[in-house]
């Protein structure tokens, strides 16, 4: 069982930034894939920022290409969440998840991801 809990989550202004950070606790971690969503009122979950083992595999969404970046200590047990540049429509409350690595795993898929942290807001102000 993993447990995720996101923290650095606040109000700041357009053009500003964040970090997020994802504590996780559990066991064999690095057999995890983890990723960042968000959830913006009114809207489905989408797929931020994604990362396998210490950076090896990255993706992110179109969106947030080039503004956030994501990593991973080396033993698994913190994945952040550098936001640059950050937009109104950035505002969302963001989760981090973790997936067990298996084949079929659809990496920006929320339902691929067994493991939720509660969500943590982050409002840009324009």
């Known amino acids: 069982q993993v447990q995720l809990s996101e923290s650095g989550g606040g109000v700041v202004q357009a053009g500003g930034s964040l970090t997020l950070t994802c504590a996780a606790s559990?066991?064999?971690?690095?057999?995890?894939?983890m990723a960042w969503f968000r959830q913006a009122p009114g809207k489905e979950r989408e797929f931020v920022a994604g990362?396998?083992?210490?950076?090896?595999?990255?993706n992110y969404s179109d969106s947030v290409k080039g503004r956030f970046t994501v990593s991973r200590d080396t033993d698994g047990s913190t994945v952040r969440l550098q936001m640059n540049s950050l937009k109104v429509e950035d505002t969302a409350v963001y989760y981090c998840?973790?997936?067990?690595?298996?084949?079929?795993?659809?990496?920006?898929?929320?339902?691929?991801?067994?493991?939720w942290g509660r969500g943590t807001q982050v409002t840009v102000s324009s």
């Open positions: 990362i396998v083992w210490s950076g090896q595999t990255i």
């Open positions: 559990g066991h064999a971690l690095l057999a995890y894939r």
């Open positions: 998840a973790a997936a067990s690595i298996r084949v079929g795993l659809k990496p920006t898929s929320s339902s691929s991801y067994e493991h």
